[in-house]
């Protein structure tokens, strides 16, 4: 059993694909742009939702297959030529996103730690007219294919903070929740995005929430010691 010990929350976390918006349409699309590109069958919804969440480079390896890891740069190039055309327009918010986030950041200090490169998060974030809600940063990655992690994204967003007494991760993939833990960060797990609640327990997520909706009850009763 888990103990219930109140929490002075100085600061949240947020992943951005699944969590704040849904990225799927967009990223399918992408994805499917570039095997065409490449000569490939374009792919389904199902067989690129796992690939959500890690970077972009390992996913493309994923997809395209061992024997033709070389091509990995050449499906990134064509990969990022529509998305960037595209992506402030596709991607969607999660339900409640605007309502949420007001709420929050009234609160504590918000901040974004995603695996997508930050130039894009923060073009996303902007066009969802929400990139203000973020006084706490946007973090992301660079536009180079270094396979960096999570925790090394969440270290950045750390240090931005002072420090990671106080936070909360806010994730939906097991790459969150093991990224902040390196951290010493506890992850509330939502189930509205990429992963399941077998996976977001497994990586050993804290909390669940079903979506966005809950946080703001739900981060209250962590502060408060109830949950």
Same mark, same amino acid.
């Given at each position: 059993?888990?103990?219930?010990?109140?929490?002075?929350?100085?600061?949240?976390?947020?992943?951005?694909?699944?969590?704040?918006?849904?990225?799927?349409?967009?990223?399918?699309? #992408?994805?499917?742009?570039?095997?065409?590109?490449?000569?490939?069958? !374009?792919?389904?919804?199902?067989?690129?939702?796992?690939?959500?969440?890690?970077?972009?480079?390992?996913?493309?390896?994923?997809?395209?297959?061992?024997?033709?890891?070389?091509?990995? &740069?050449?499906?990134?190039?064509? /990969?990022?030529?529509?998305?960037?055309?595209? #992506?402030?327009?596709?991607?969607?918010?999660?339900?409640?996103?605007?309502?949420?986030?007001?709420?929050?950041?009234?609160?504590?200090?918000?901040?974004?730690?995603?695996?997508? !490169?930050?130039? /894009?998060?923060?073009?996303?974030?902007?066009? *969802?007219?929400?990139?203000? #809600?973020?006084?706490?940063?946007?973090?992301?990655?660079?536009?180079? *294919?270094?396979?960096?992690?999570?925790?090394?994204?969440?270290?950045?967003? #750390?240090?931005?903070?002072?420090?990671?007494?106080?936070?909360?991760?806010?994730?939906?993939?097991?790459?969150?929740?093991?990224?902040?833990?390196?951290?010493?960060?506890?992850?509330?797990?939502?189930?509205?995005?990429?992963?399941?609640?077998?996976?977001?327990?497994?990586?050993?997520?804290?909390?669940?929430?079903?979506?966005?909706?809950?946080? &703001?009850?739900?981060?209250?009763?962590?502060?408060?010691?109830?949950?």
């Amino acid at each position: 059993m888990i103990d219930r010990v109140a929490m002075a929350l100085r600061g949240v976390l947020f992943d951005l694909d699944g969590v704040l918006i849904d990225s799927l349409p967009s990223i399918l699309a #992408c994805m499917n742009h570039a095997l065409i590109d490449l000569g490939r069958a !374009p792919v389904g919804a199902e067989q690129v939702r796992p690939l959500i969440g890690p970077p972009l480079e390992e996913s493309a390896a994923r997809l395209l297959g061992a024997a033709d890891a070389l091509l990995v &740069p050449r499906f990134v190039a064509a /990969y990022r030529e529509r998305y960037a055309a595209t #992506c402030a327009r596709e991607s969607l918010p999660a339900a409640g996103l605007v309502p949420v986030l007001t709420t929050l950041a009234a609160r504590w200090r918000l901040a974004v730690a995603t695996s997508k !490169p930050e130039l /894009y998060a923060r073009e996303i974030l902007a066009a *969802l007219g929400v990139d203000d #809600c973020f006084s706490g940063g946007i973090f992301g990655r660079s536009l180079v *294919l270094d396979s960096e992690g999570k925790a090394a994204v969440v270290g950045r967003a #750390c240090v931005a903070f002072g420090g990671a007494t106080g936070l909360v991760m806010i994730g939906d993939r097991e790459h969150d929740v093991v990224g902040a833990a390196a951290h010493g960060i506890a992850t509330i797990g939502v189930l509205h995005g990429m992963g399941s609640r077998m996976e977001l327990e497994r990586a050993g997520a804290r909390w669940i929430a079903a979506d966005l909706e809950a946080l &703001p009850g739900l981060l209250a009763a962590i502060e408060a010691g109830l949950a």
